[in-house]
């Protein structure tokens, strides 16, 4: 079992804990005791308090070699010189996270002399993100699994009123991909063939890539059109970040803050930045010609108020940057185009880092409820050679893909078999973290942490 040093038990830390405490052995390292102390200690989960900038108490955590050190405290200077003492240890591979974009560039020629394999950014990483899903032409939310060839996406029934009082089999449209999860009336349910749809539910679809397109092609009538013009709403990091790397498009950014206008105006010729008070019923009312709105503003409650009104002045493909975790029990079935979060796009690329490329759900909140794993079947589990139908699968939870050992994705039906070498890509209602567990085969002693979203 490869070993991980995880320094910083914030957001980020908890986040890539609770996707890797289950096929990793993880030392945990915080300098708040009280957030030490929430950490269930296991075979393989070791909370320890400590302040890592302390030389004598971080020379004697590096008596032992890790295989991986994750640097993810909120201070990029306690992140870098971690890296480099790491490294210096033998550490295999360091990861760090880096707040000020401005050092990353800096940091990116020298990061090998300094001993950083992997550098992450909230702001690059989003705007990779944004670029991902506007030149991809995409038109809904989504979280993707198994290197892109299974999506996970929310569909709301008020759009295919014919659902309802109509049994899960039944429903033709839905045949060829899987209803992993149903939001009714404020509560996540795991359902099956005979679940009967009712008015107002939010149901979560899981499918091949190219099923998830045809089947939000054929209910949303999208446009496939290649986008050139681009609204950013709000100065700061992040719409900077995404206006470089669509510099080739017609930017235009809206802020009231006349001292922000005055100091980037000059710095980015390519884009035109104007003053507009930012609300208003009408707000975009002189903005509605654009292939792709973003809205990036530091207020949370702010984004999701504008991100309301451009939908419903059916704006096109609206995506809102959200920060507060707060929020995200409302958030799925307001059908914005994408959720930016930061903190959980950089989470979820040094889980990839850790995981050879296996991920969690960041876009869809599920009612902060429930989540998305995609976890690699060892090779003595008990569940290969049978069906799923053959398989005690837990309550509260639902096998929703597979990803074979040669790349294949299966949307696994009752008489698909579990077969040697592979991923599967498990829904998850966050009550039911310890039987997935147990499910996976892993020694019933060591206890998932439980999420910070339970």
Known sequence: MEKVLLVGNGYVGLKILSAISSEMDVTVVDKD??????????????????????????LNLFKQKYDFVVAVTNSDKTNILLSTMAKKNGTKCTIASIFQKDSVEQLTFLKESIGIDRMYNMAIEMSS???????????????VFGKGRIEVVGHSVEMDKNFVGQQLKNIGELKTVLVVGITRKGEILIPNGETVIEEDDYLYIMGLSKDILNFKHKHFRLERKQNRKILLVGVNEFSLQIAEVFKEYDITIIEEDIEKIRKYRTSY??????????????????????????????????????????????????????????????????????????????????????????????????????????????????LIGKSLMEINI?????????????????????????????NLVIFCKNESKGKLNRFLGINNSRRFIQSIFS
């Open 33 to 58: 005791r009280n957030s030490i102390n929430e950490i269930v200690e296991t075979d393989n989960i070791h909370p320890v308090y400590g302040n890592i900038e302390d030389r004598n108490f971080a």
């Open 129 to 143: 993100e944004v670029e991902r899903i506007i030149k991809d032409n995409l038109s809904y939310q989504s979280d």
């Open 269 to 382: 010729s390519n884009v035109y930045i104007h003053k507009a008070k930012l609300k208003g019923g009408e707000f975009f009312r002189n903005f509605k010609n654009y292939d792709a709105t973003i809205i990036t503003t530091d207020n949370d409650e702010m984004n999701i108020v504008l991100g309301i009104i451009a939908n419903r002045q059916r704006i096109n493909q609206v995506m809102v940057k959200l920060s507060d975790i707060s929020y995200e029990s409302i958030i799925d079935d307001m059908n914005f185009t994408s959720v930016l979060k930061p903190m959980d796009v950089v989470a979820n690329q040094i889980i990839k880092e850790l995981r050879s490329d296996r991920g969690i759900s960041i876009y869809m909140a599920f009612n902060n409820q429930a989540e998305v794993y995609e976890f690699k079947l060892r090779d003595n589990s008990n």
């Open 394 to 422: 837990p309550e509260g939870m639902l096998v929703g893909g597979i990803i074979r050992k040669d790349g294949m994705a299966v949307i696994p039906r009752g008489k698909t078999m579990i077969e040697k070498g592979d």
